[in-house]
């Protein structure tokens, strides 16, 4: 044999030892189920994934919520190891290999002894498993085979007896994916150092991202960091985008924009969704309110603080009108809430909405508000009359009265 021919050999070794060692990094770790509870201020898509994706294994999650009402996301995270893991022998870095071939093949070489009996499972990232086979050391042959899977990443997993796990990354280019699967001999890899394999991808990184599923908010993204079981409440409030136009102002558009970001808070049953001054208040009219006279005119009305009165109810309108006075800087909204809906307690109010507006955020709210068993209250009725009446601008101008 000449020298290059042993150059070459010695760097093809060294290629492959690098090739199963990268492939393998990561391989160890149980994954271990996190329940993340989740509840949005509106209807929102909630995805949580690694911050920095690794080549270790990992399940995400990805579930659109309805606003006001908790749901619950299931990630894989990596969890502890057991004891002592037996391992192929003479394997580099000493652990199981999955080295992938061409055209849609891969090859897995398993422990003999802790592996004999073991079910070999492909799963996507989201959890969903696509193929799942057993496998057994005694067999001369041990194929799995499944055609037309996707192209994209996929997460391998192998159950042993004795309660021995792995899992590892696989990206497959799409069409149908061949599995062959080997034996070999075992070593043992100390707990310590398995120990400290895990602890290290385990403490990594995940995000929670939220996105509104209508538009008009602000999506939601920040770093979380999940825990093996039950996992601490999300509470998500996305809030509403500011208008292109300059935001809440004393014009129209910048009226119009105030109007449209208490109608989103109305919807979401969130107050803290408006752009409030300091010393804001929030007035609903309440029958058991004391008349007051100030100025000789009589006021019928309560301040209510925010949060409470019909902030406790997520509302949805059916039908405004909105009047815009710029002088004022202020507008009146009428708002129809027949909630059409079947049940047997439907949610129906016909209110008149007052806002006023100091610099750009909203400084008063005050409500007046109609409902069920008041004298001659039918929203149903309101909302099929209200909505075909004509509330345009008048134009001409000269038609218009003076203010």
Same mark, same amino acid.
């Given at each position: 044999?000449?020298?290059?021919?042993?150059?070459?050999?010695?760097?093809?070794?060294?290629?492959?030892?690098?090739?199963?060692?990268?492939?393998?990094?990561?391989?160890?770790?149980?994954?271990?189920? !996190?329940?993340?509870?989740?509840?949005?201020?509106?209807?929102?898509?909630? =995805?949580?994934? %690694?911050?920095?994706?690794?080549?270790?294994?990992?399940?995400?999650?990805?579930? $659109?919520?309805?606003?006001?009402?908790?749901?619950?996301?299931?990630?894989?995270?990596?969890?502890?190891?057991?004891?002592?893991?037996?391992?192929?022998?003479?394997?580099? #870095?000493?652990?199981?290999?999955?080295?992938?071939?061409?055209?849609?093949?891969?090859?897995?070489?398993?422990?003999?002894?802790?592996?004999?009996?073991?079910?070999?499972?492909?799963?996507?990232?989201?959890?969903?498993?696509?193929?799942?086979?057993?496998?057994?050391?005694?067999?001369?042959?041990?194929?799995?085979?499944? %055609?037309? &899977?996707?192209?994209?990443?996929?997460?391998?997993?192998?159950?042993?007896?004795?309660?021995?796990?792995?899992?590892?990354?696989?990206?497959?280019?799409?069409?149908?994916?061949?599995?062959?699967?080997?034996? #070999?001999?075992?070593?043992?890899?100390?707990?310590?150092?398995?120990?400290?394999?895990?602890?290290?991808?385990?403490?990594?990184?995940?995000?929670?991202?939220?996105?509104?599923?209508?538009?008009?908010?602000?999506?939601?993204?920040?770093?979380?960091?999940?825990?093996?079981?039950?996992?601490?409440?999300?509470? &998500?409030?996305?809030?509403?985008?500011? &208008? !292109?136009?300059?935001?809440?102002?004393?014009?129209?558009?910048?009226? $119009?924009?105030?109007?449209?970001?208490?109608? @989103?808070?109305?919807?979401?049953? /969130?107050?803290?969704?408006?752009?409030?001054?300091?010393?804001?208040?929030? &007035?609903?009219?309440?029958?058991?309110?004391?008349? *007051?006279?100030?100025?000789?005119? =009589?006021?019928?009305?309560?301040?209510?603080?925010?949060? /409470?009165?019909?902030? +406790?109810?997520?509302? +949805?309108? /059916?039908?405004?009108?909105?009047?815009?006075?710029?002088?004022?800087?202020?507008?009146?909204?009428?708002?129809?809430?027949?909630?059409?809906?079947?049940? @047997?307690?439907? +949610?129906?109010?016909?209110?008149?909405?007052?806002? +006023?507006?100091?610099? /750009? *955020?909203?400084?008063?709210?005050?409500?007046?508000?109609?409902?069920? #068993?008041?004298?001659?209250?039918?929203?149903?009725?309101?909302?099929?009359?209200?909505?075909?009446?004509?509330?345009?601008?008048? =134009?001409? !101008?000269?038609?218009?009265?003076?203010?």
């Amino acid at each position: 044999m000449s020298t290059d021919q042993r150059r070459f050999l010695k760097k093809s070794a060294v290629k492959a030892v690098l090739l199963v060692s990268a492939l393998a990094v990561g391989a160890f770790s149980q994954v271990d189920t !996190a329940k993340v509870p989740v509840i949005a201020n509106v209807d929102a898509n909630i =995805m949580i994934s %690694p911050t920095n994706p690794t080549p270790t294994i990992y399940f995400g999650a990805n579930k $659109t919520v309805k606003a006001g009402k908790a749901d619950t996301l299931i990630i894989g995270i990596l969890g502890s190891t057991s004891a002592v893991s037996h391992l192929p022998q003479g394997q580099a #870095g000493g652990v199981p290999a999955v080295i992938k071939n061409s055209a849609g093949k891969a090859s897995l070489n398993l422990p003999a002894a802790s592996y004999k009996n073991a079910e070999v499972s492909l799963y996507t990232v989201n959890g969903k498993r696509v193929m799942s086979e057993k496998v057994t050391a005694s067999s001369a042959v041990n194929n799995i085979s499944r %055609p037309n &899977i996707a192209a994209g990443a996929y997460i391998l997993s192998v159950k042993g007896i004795d309660g021995n796990y792995f899992t590892a990354r696989h990206a497959h280019d799409g069409g149908s994916l061949n599995i062959n699967v080997a034996f #070999g001999h075992e070593s043992a890899v100390s707990a310590d150092q398995l120990r400290k394999e895990a602890d290290g991808l385990a403490a990594a990184s995940w995000t929670i991202k939220a996105k509104a599923t209508a538009a008009g908010y602000d999506s939601v993204s920040y770093e979380f960091t999940p825990v093996k079981g039950m996992n601490p409440l999300q509470n &998500i409030t996305l809030k509403p985008q500011s &208008i !292109a136009s300059g935001g809440i102002n004393c014009k129209r558009e910048g009226l $119009t924009a105030a109007v449209d970001v208490y109608l @989103k808070a109305l919807e979401a049953g /969130d107050y803290k969704l408006l752009p409030l001054t300091a010393n804001a208040k929030y &007035i609903e009219n309440d029958h058991d309110a004391k008349q *007051k006279y100030s100025g000789g005119k =009589m006021t019928y009305d309560k301040e209510v603080p925010f949060g /409470d009165g019909l902030w +406790k109810t997520p509302l +949805k309108p /059916d039908f405004h009108r909105n009047l815009i006075d710029e002088t004022e800087c202020a507008t009146f909204t009428e708002i129809i809430i027949a909630d059409t809906a079947k049940g @047997k307690n439907p +949610k129906q109010y016909v209110m008149g909405a007052r806002l +006023k507006i100091t610099g /750009d *955020k909203i400084s008063e709210i005050c409500l007046v508000v109609t409902q069920a #068993g008041d004298w001659g209250f039918n929203a149903k009725n309101y909302l099929n009359y209200s909505a075909k009446e004509d509330w345009s601008i008048v =134009m001409p !101008a000269s038609d218009r009265r003076s203010r």
